[in-house]
Every structure is written in structure tokens, then in C-alpha cells.
Nanobody, 120 residues
Framework: VQLQASGGGSVQAGGSLRLSCAAS????????VGWFRQAPGKEREFVAA????????KYADSVKGRFTISRDNAKKMVYLQMVSLKPEDTAVYYC??????????????WGQGTQVTVSS
């Protein structure tokens, strides 16, 4: 099983990025998927999650209205569209499969992380 996160980069505040998470080695449509992030010196935190079908989503309050999670089960891909980025969004972003929770319980598979840096 492998999750490969990509799409990170450096942007100015107010900019946008789209993160991608490519899955292999699992029946992708059977797994809810989440995005988490970890800023320097801080614990990893929940960002967003999407249900198996993509019909349900949830977000951390800090990103609600600015980030959108989506998935394409045929392509085994999950996306995180981020707009109106703020310096406090700077972190390493991880995708994880296996749960729809807002904590890390049940997320059995994790990607390697992709760095997002937002400058003011």
C-alpha cells in the first residue's frame, strides 16, 4: 500500500495550491481519506476528510470555506484544493487512508507528506 502526496510548494498569502494524493495497492474506494498537516514545532492536526463515495466531507474550522477535499475513485486520487492561503497554513501536509475521524485513530496508511509554505 502506498500513498503519494504531491503538489506542495511556496506561495504568497492569498494564493492557491492543489494537493494530490495518489493511492496504490489498496481497494481505494473502500477507504475514507483524510488530510492532516504538521507545522514546525507543533503536533500534527486534522485538516479535512472525505467519505468512501465522496458524498460526505468534513473540515477543521481553521480551513473551512477555504479548502475543498475531493476524490476520484476511478483514478485512485484524492485532492485538497486550497485557496486564500495564509502564513499559518504553512506545514507539511499528509494524506492518510482508513478513517473519517478528525483524529488519527483508524488511519492505517499514510503518505510521505508534501511541504506547503505560505509567505506574507
Amino acid at each position: 500500500v502506498q500513498l503519494q502526496a504531491s503538489g506542495g510548494g511556496s506561495v504568497q498569502a492569498g494564493g492557491s495550491l492543489r494537493l494530490s494524493c495518489a493511492a496504490s495497492g489498496l481497494t481505494f474506494g473502500s477507504y475514507p481519506v483524510g488530510w492532516f498537516r504538521q507545522a514546525p514545532g507543533k503536533e500534527r492536526e486534522f485538516v479535512a476528510a472525505i467519505s468512501r463515495s465522496g458524498g460526505d466531507t468534513k473540515y477543521a474550522d481553521s480551513v473551512k470555506g477555504r479548502f475543498t477535499i475531493s476524490r476520484d475513485n476511478a483514478k485512485k486520487m484524492v485532492y485538497l484544493q486550497m485557496v486564500s492561503l495564509k502564513p499559518e497554513d504553512t506545514a507539511v501536509y499528509y494524506c492518510a487512508a482508513g478513517s473519517y475521524r478528525t483524529d488519527e485513530v483508524g488511519y492505517d496508511y499514510w503518505g510521505q507528506g508534501t511541504q506547503v509554505t505560505v509567505s506574507s
